[in-house]
């Protein structure tokens, strides 16, 4: 079954395919929310405690569908135990460069984590500015970016002005916003 497969059949069963996720309000929830409101139809929020059982009823076919991270899902995805339908990303991944983008196929789905570091608000500028310099450095390195790709980042490192990085917390922040609202979303 391809991604475009899946979302035909998904339409055609709205609300009988469950989605595991590890646990309320994870990034592996939210992506699946994400997609029920943008794709238009309706999943079954399974929720375990970890990604990790997660998988393994997915492995054991007790549930349909997870969003779930790179690093676990390769070695099945590779041995074929699991098959991948796409990466939530607005780009193919290196790790598995013939998945497409779910966004091919439902227009503006993006779903990626993305880490950042963070400093005190009274934090001189001086000090910021030669943090972003050394951290862009080092992001630009090829042995650190071949590094990120062994962990399982597999994804694209990102640099930029502090400014840029309070602009896409903001724009997240109100991208995921809508989606707990549409959902429904409640703290446990």
Not at 17 to 26: C, L, Q, V, Y
Not at 43 to 60: I, Q, S
Not at 136 to 143: I, N, R
């Amino acid at each position: 079954m391809t991604a475009l497969e899946f979302i035909a059949f998904a339409k055609a069963n709205s609300g009988k395919i469950n989605f595991a996720s590890g646990g309320n309000g994870t990034p592996s929830h939210m992506s699946g929310e994400l997609l029920r409101m943008m794709a238009g139809f309706d999943l079954v929020h399974v929720r375990y405690r970890g990604l990790g059982p997660a998988l393994t009823d997915l492995l054991g076919g007790q549930v349909q569908l997870m969003f779930g991270g790179t690093t676990a899902s390769i070695p099945y995805i590779r041995s074929g135990k699991l098959r991948a339908l796409a990466v939530t990303t607005t780009a193919r991944s290196e790790l598995l460069p013939e998945l497409p983008a779910l966004g091919d196929f439902v227009p503006g789905y993006e779903a990626s984590q993305w880490y950042g570091i963070g400093a005190p608000k009274s934090t001189p500028t001086e000090i910021i500015d030669r943090l972003n310099e050394e951290i862009t450095a080092c992001l630009a390195d090829p042995k650190i970016k071949v590094r990120l790709t062994n962990l399982g980042g597999g994804g694209t490192a990102l640099s930029g002005a502090p400014a840029d990085f309070g602009k896409l917390i903001a724009e997240e922040t109100a991208k995921w916003g809508k989606v707990v609202k549409f959902a429904g979303i409640k703290a446990d």
